[in-house]
């Protein structure tokens, strides 16, 4: 929930958005429901969204025209967003709230339990939803089977895609001004992910990242295009918070990594991250507190170059994690470390995988 405490950059963020919404709403804009991938177990869910104005639907337009004008949008473009603060949304369907809530910023970040006596099917769901004065929409969720399994969490800028983040100039140029088809994929990383999900199958793969949820739809393309599995996005918010003018990533990963333990207990998880920032000491931590819930740590390392550039310098010091840790220049490297741990077998490469975004 919002505090009444607010910081000035919040306030000023309401007045702003505030006056778009009055002038959109003039001219004829509407509430549009942009839905995220959610997850949870056979008795709860998370879904995610976001409700933002849209203007009046237009003429029908070829779907693949559409999409290769999206693809063509220059980063920047996707953070020119009105937010609808406070949306009433509503889940459909028997056994679900009648609300799921909203936030200041227009995210609806909320819980489903499943009907009394019932539970959700394992595997991809699709979720209808609606929004006062604005076309429904469905949210897809990933439910994951009752019982032990492992899972992945997964960062994204640097370890699954060069973007250079520690270096602030590169990282905003690669964010809010180059398109999607320039960014790269890092040597080996989407095979090694094939693979463990090809050991354990039915695994839950979860992309955690401090990238703004602005950029979700471009960074779901570029996984699939690599062939990388799958799985839920979880973003930080771009924009001013009720405590200051950006939001903290690492503590959106350490937070997200225990809301994780909480929702999908039976997991273990294995953590993907790089050097280039503070993942490995936010792995080393969660591994620590939560010894049960980690299989293993994988960090891709860096550069010499790029760490040399980086702005927080990664300190190099033994781990005091209690679970395996292994570290590599790239996905085919950290492949072999961990089949020298145990953590994987010896497998031939993998077929590429399914579109990432398409329901199995």
Request: glycine share 10%; charged share 25%.
């Amino acid at each position: 929930m919002d505090s009444p405490e607010r910081h000035v950059a919040a306030r000023i963020d309401d007045v702003v958005n505030a006056v778009r919404n009055r002038l959109f709403r003039r001219r004829g804009w509407a509430p549009r429901i942009v839905p995220y991938t959610g997850y949870g177990s056979t008795r709860r869910l998370r879904v995610l969204a976001r409700i933002l104005l849209a203007p009046p639907a237009g003429p029908p337009e070829n779907t693949r025209t559409a999409e290769a004008r999206q693809r063509a949008t220059r980063g920047w473009r996707r953070f020119q967003t009105t937010p609808v603060p406070d949306a009433r949304v509503r889940g459909l369907g028997d056994g679900r709230p009648p609300h799921l809530g909203g936030h200041r910023r227009g995210y609806v970040d909320a819980v489903i339990d499943a009907p009394p006596g019932a539970a959700f099917a394992p595997g991809w769901r699709e979720l209808p939803i609606e929004v006062d004065h604005g076309r429904p929409g469905e949210l897809r969720v990933l439910v994951v089977a009752d019982g032990p399994t492992v899972g992945m969490v997964s960062d994204i800028d640097d370890t699954a895609m060069i973007t250079h983040l520690p270096r602030p100039l590169l990282a905003a140029w690669n964010t809010l001004v180059l398109r999607e088809s320039a960014r790269v994929a890092v040597r080996g990383m989407a095979t090694l992910y094939r693979t463990v999900l090809a050991e354990h199958p039915g695994a839950p793969v979860v992309y955690l990242s401090t990238g703004a949820w602005n950029v979700a739809p471009t960074l779901t393309r570029f996984l699939a295009r690599h062939g990388f599995p799958d799985g839920p996005l979880l973003l930080t918010d771009w924009g001013p918070t009720n405590t200051g003018w950006v939001r903290s990533g690492r503590r959106h990963k350490e937070a997200s990594l225990r809301r994780l333990a909480q929702d999908l207990p039976d997991v273990r998880w294995l953590l993907v991250g790089d050097d280039g920032q503070h993942d490995p000491e936010i792995y080393d931590g969660f591994a620590v507190e939560r010894p049960d819930r980690v299989l293993g740590i994988a960090i891709r390392r860096l550069t010499a170059t790029q760490q040399a550039l980086t702005t927080t310098p990664t300190v190099h010091r033994p781990t005091a994690a209690p679970v395996p840790v292994v570290a590599a220049r790239d996905g085919d490297g950290l492949a072999d470390r961990l089949r020298t741990v145990g953590l994987l077998r010896h497998r031939p490469p993998l077929a590429r995988s399914r579109r990432f975004g398409a329901t199995p």
